[in-house]
């Protein structure tokens, strides 16, 4: 369906965590809807999800990132809201019959940030310095190296995490750039890590709209918002990120880039510890994002990721 002949709803329902990132994201996509479609009401439908509720164990340990999402897809099949907005890294690899991801946005800046209130960088920390965080990813990638700081578990929303580093208990904290430049919080980040000492999670810094699957018209709809580029990269590391087994629960990274035309991907798969980290680094066809990332999967598993996968597991 072409723009102009595209007949935009009276009324769209925005499903949102309400935690103070997933409402900006929300009211982002809302600010632009009604730009794109003045006609139509636009509101946004705050709900709080199991994942936000349970702050105090390890994720990983509990079920991960469905949890995030599951009650935004309620209010999807019930017809409570049309859309779900979700931090793309949130999203399952495969969403549960009769879901899509009918749009994918702009990617803000896609790497992680070492935040501190006394020290400049990673390197800077002394021996024995606290870090915080509770992602497996970058806690293997940290003790790969930088085998004499201390990684301590920190959980929470951006702002919790910022206030329990602002107390005391960390050293330095590491969270997503984009969450920080999102909330007008640029200023807290000391430091851009580069995604050679920490590559980022699957989908980091990107949006994704949910949908029925069966709501083609919305599709259309959002098509403005989709971005091309973004999405042959997202596609790619998800693809990736499926080909391994699709738990997050895994001390793993990808990350595509769209580089002269290209598509340039990374991939890593470590254990816990960072004493072993696999890599893998391939370019491909922008067109073929999906045969890109099963390509960096394929050389991991070939590297003996599926033993460390299944260490993980059992
Ligand atoms: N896991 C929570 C989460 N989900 C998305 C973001 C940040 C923004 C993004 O990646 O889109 C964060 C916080 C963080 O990792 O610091």
Known sequence: MNQASLVPPARLVIASRESALAMWQAEHIRDRLRALYPQTTVSILGMTTQGDQILDVTLSKIGGKGLFVKELET???????????????DVPMNLPQGFALACIGEREDPRDAFV??????LAALPA???????????????RA?????????????VQTRLRKLDEGQ????????AGLKRLGLA?????????DDSLPAVGQGALGIETRADRTDLKAVLAPLHHADTAACVLAERA???ALAGSCQVPLGGFAEVQGGKLRMRGFVATPDGKRLLRAEYSGEIAQPEA?????ARDLLRQGAGEILAALNG
């Open 240 to 242: 990736m990120s499926r």
């Open 116 to 121: 501190s209130n006394n020290f400049d960088s």
């Open 75 to 89: 209010a999807l099949e019930n017809g409570s809201a049309d859309i779900a907005v979700h931090s793309l890294k």
């Open 187 to 195: 200023n807290r980040i000391r430091n851009i890590i580069s995604s």
């Open 128 to 142: 024995g310095s606290v870090v915080g965080t509770s992602s497996l990813r970058r806690e293997s990638q940290l």
């Open 170 to 177: 960390y050293a330095a904290i590491i969270l997503a750039a």
């Open 292 to 296: 890109l990332g099963d390509l960096v």
């Open 145 to 157: 190296r930088f085998p004499h700081l201390k990684i301590e578990p920190l959980r929470g929303n």
